[in-house]
């Protein structure tokens, strides 16, 4: 989907990459960010990415997307502050800081409502996980809380990378073989690398 990638390797992660970038403004303080080219700018477009995320069909975007407008915009801001708790749990886990309480908190209030709405339906198929309110747009919400708390509960958090790239900061898995994967995506932040140690080859003067 237009202005969405999705390179992170867990739910969680892609939904954390919706900021368009995070460069450190104070390299040497914790969690000191900003956040640039916000992908998530109305309740429309985070409608669109649970759509390309796979967490809402269509129709119940199409749905959701009725909400009032001071329901829609507070969904929005809760979601807003979930991504920026669970990147900086994510920074922190990467860099071995202890976790900012305050994050900590917001994500198991997050999961506390999710696991109030959750429930064991039955079919002739089988059992699977449901909501209590299907249609309820807050279903994003929780479902990324389950995503996050199960993805830093889990081994595969110990693959966790940020991207150094300018102007960056995505989260990815390094999933290869080595665990040498450095960039979110080569061919952008890994070329621009290439090019900036290629320049400074070249426009490095001579000494005397």
């Not at 237009?2 to 892609?14: E, H, R, V």
């Not at 000191?32 to 796979?54: H, M, N, P, Q, T």
């Not at 002739?124 to 919400?141: C, F, H, N, Q, S």
């Given at each position: 989907?237009p202005g969405f990638?999705?390179?992170?390797?867990?739910?969680?992660?892609?939904?954390?990459?919706?900021?368009?970038?995070?460069?450190?403004?104070?390299?040497r303080r914790r969690?000191?960010?900003?956040?640039?080219?916000?992908?998530?700018g109305a309740f429309?477009?985070?409608?669109?990415?649970?759509?390309?995320?796979?967490?809402?069909?269509?129709?119940?975007?199409?749905?959701?997307?009725?909400?009032?407008?001071?329901?829609?915009?507070?969904?929005?801001?809760?979601?807003?502050?979930?991504?920026?708790?669970?990147?900086?749990?994510?920074?922190?886990?990467?860099?071995?800081?202890?976790?900012?309480?305050?994050?900590?908190?917001?994500?198991?209030?997050?999961?506390?409502?999710?696991?109030?709405?959750?429930?064991?339906?039955?079919?002739?198929?089988?059992?699977?996980?449901?909501?209590?309110?299907?249609?309820?747009?807050?279903?994003?919400?929780?479902?990324?809380?389950?995503?996050?708390?199960?993805?830093?509960?889990?081994?595969?958090?110990?693959?966790?990378?940020?991207?150094?790239?300018?102007?960056?900061?995505?989260?990815?898995?390094?999933?290869?073989?080595?665990?040498?994967?450095?960039?979110?995506?080569?061919?952008?932040?890994?070329?621009?690398?290439?090019?900036?140690?290629?320049?400074?080859?070249?426009?490095?003067?001579?000494?005397?």
């Amino acid at each position: 989907m237009p202005g969405f990638q999705f390179i992170g390797g867990a739910l969680c992660l892609d939904f954390i990459n919706t900021a368009g970038g995070r460069p450190e403004t104070h390299p040497r303080r914790r969690f000191a960010y900003e956040v640039i080219d916000e992908k998530l700018g109305a309740f429309s477009d985070l409608l669109r990415w649970s759509v390309a995320a796979g967490i809402l069909t269509g129709p119940e975007a199409a749905r959701a997307a009725g909400c009032r407008a001071p329901a829609a915009q507070a969904l929005l801001r809760r979601a807003l502050a979930l991504r920026e708790a669970l990147y900086r749990l994510c920074l922190a886990r990467i860099r071995a800081w202890t976790p900012p309480p305050a994050d900590l908190a917001l994500l198991n209030r997050a999961l506390a409502e999710a696991h109030s709405h959750r429930l064991l339906g039955g079919s002739p198929a089988g059992y699977v996980w449901t909501w209590d309110k299907p249609d309820a747009p807050d279903r994003i919400l929780w479902t990324l809380a389950q995503s996050a708390a199960s993805f830093l509960a889990s081994p595969a958090v110990a693959a966790l990378r940020r991207c150094p790239g300018d102007d960056c900061g995505w989260l990815f898995l390094d999933a290869s073989r080595n665990h040498s994967r450095q960039w979110c995506e080569m061919r952008v932040c890994g070329n621009r690398a290439k090019l900036r140690r290629f320049r400074r080859r070249h426009n490095r003067v001579p000494p005397p």
